[in-house]
T-cell receptor, first 113, second 114 residues
Framework: DQQVKQNSPSLSVQEGRISILNCDYT??????FLWYKKYPAEGPTFLIS?????DKNEDGRFTVFLNKSAKHLSLHIVPSQPGDSAVYFC????????????FGTGTRLKVLA | DSGVTQTPKHLITATGQRVTLRCSPR?????VYWYQQSLDQGLQFLIQ???????AKGNILERFSAQQFPDLHSELNLSSLELGDSALYFC?????????????FGPGTRLTVL
């Protein structure tokens, strides 16, 4: 059972426009969410995070929004740049006893020049 | 460069064999995490060690085992390998036990089981 879902396997956006990557989760106990970016032949790198007590966190061109009632989070990239082309994973932390991170299957973003 | 190193980069072996993947965490990081990424799958959390002790367990098969040594490097042992074990195996490290600690990922080991 996939507790963290990224339903769009791929997304193409024109350079300069907004990229919106979506992530849904099923467990209301998740208390911390992260986005990772992964280039080919490299490990994922941390991008931005948000605690469940917040609904928005911004870092430069990247903003993460959390809608707890809908169990949905999204990553906005504005403006999108060709260097943003990568696979983006969302992850949720399960606080039950020992901390575990559950990752989605990823969305491949392609920013077209 | 995340500071996390993994060896080997690629590994090709046959079904039924046993392999060991190695991970060196970033300097100062006490936690090591292992993840498996199969084709078209997300990162599946396998296991976490903190300062030599097992801290959390995910979807790790009984054929797989891991340990963290006193120098904090970690090894993931995969035995009785099956075709379905072919995947990218990532190691990550963090300073603490994982409360709000960012995890830094290594480049991964690509395992191919023939």
């Amino acid at each position: 059972d996939q507790q963290v879902k990224q339903n769009s396997p791929s997304l193409s956006v024109q350079e300069g426009r907004i990229s919106i990557l979506n992530c849904d989760y099923t467990n209301s106990m998740f208390d911390y969410f992260l986005w990772y970016k992964k280039y080919p032949a490299e490990g994922p790198t941390f991008l931005i995070s948000i605690s469940s007590i917040k609904d928005k966190n911004e870092d430069g061109r990247f903003t993460v929004f959390l809608n707890k009632s809908a169990k949905h989070l999204s990553l906005h990239i504005v403006p999108s740049q060709p260097g943003d082309s990568a696979v983006y994973f969302c992850a949720a932390r399960s606080p039950s006893g020992t901390y575990k991170y559950i990752f989605g299957t990823g969305t491949r973003l392609k920013v077209l020049a | 460069d995340s500071g996390v190193t993994q060896t080997p980069k690629h590994l090709i072996t046959a079904t039924g064999q046993r392999v060991t993947l190695r991970c060196s965490p970033r300097s100062g990081d006490l936690s090591v995490y292992w993840y498996q990424q199969s084709l078209d799958q997300g990162l599946q959390f396998l296991i976490q060690y903190y300062n030599g002790e097992e801290r959390a367990k995910g979807n790790i098969l009984e054929r797989f085992s891991a340990q963290q040594f006193p120098d904090l490097h970690s090894e993931l042992n995969l035995s009785s390998l099956e075709l379905g074990d072919s995947a990218l195996y990532f190691c990550a490290s963090s300073v603490g036990q994982g409360s709000y600690n960012e995890q830094f990922f290594g480049p991964g080991t690509r395992l191919t089981v023939l």
